[in-house]
């Protein structure tokens, strides 16, 4: 499995902006299309974006389309999600997620198999 490190988080007011950084490790970055995930204090956890291997296709919950653009680097071996225009309930550790697949184009909103350790977000109103 590829061993992920999450980095960029915060305290942050709201209307601010983060970028939060995903490093990859162990295997092929460019086999894995990558997501990034959300849990707020005592909610489940919640799918927010992924991008395909190849970065040409993307996809969002609608509650952070046009604000949380994600992208990725696969020389780099490292994917982003940019947050602006930041809400108090966006409060939430965001984790970054990896899913081999053949797909270079498909995205996935569930059925990860590697997971990073989290990036703590806080947002002040």
């Known amino acids: 499995q590829v061993q992920l490190v999450e980095s960029g988080g915060g305290l942050v007011q709201a209307g601010g902006s983060l970028r939060l950084s995903c490093a990859a490790s162990?295997?092929?970055?460019?086999?894995?299309?990558m997501g990034w995930f959300r849990q707020a204090p005592g909610k489940e956890r919640e799918f927010v974006a992924t991008?395909?291997?190849?970065?040409?296709?993307?996809y969002y919950t609608d509650s952070v389309k046009g604000r949380f653009p994600i992208f990725r680097d696969n020389i780099k071996n490292t994917v982003w999600l940019q947050i602006n225009s930041l809400k108090p309930e966006d409060t939430a550790v965001y984790y970054c997620?990896?899913?081999?697949?053949?797909?270079?184009?498909?995205?996935?909103?569930?059925?990860?198999?590697?997971w990073g350790q989290g990036t703590q977000v806080t947002v002040s109103s």
């Open positions: 997620a990896a899913k081999e697949t053949y797909s270079t184009t498909s995205y996935y909103t569930g059925g990860y198999e590697s």
């Open positions: 162990g295997r092929t970055f460019s086999s894995y299309a």
């Open positions: 991008i395909s291997r190849s970065g040409r296709s993307t």
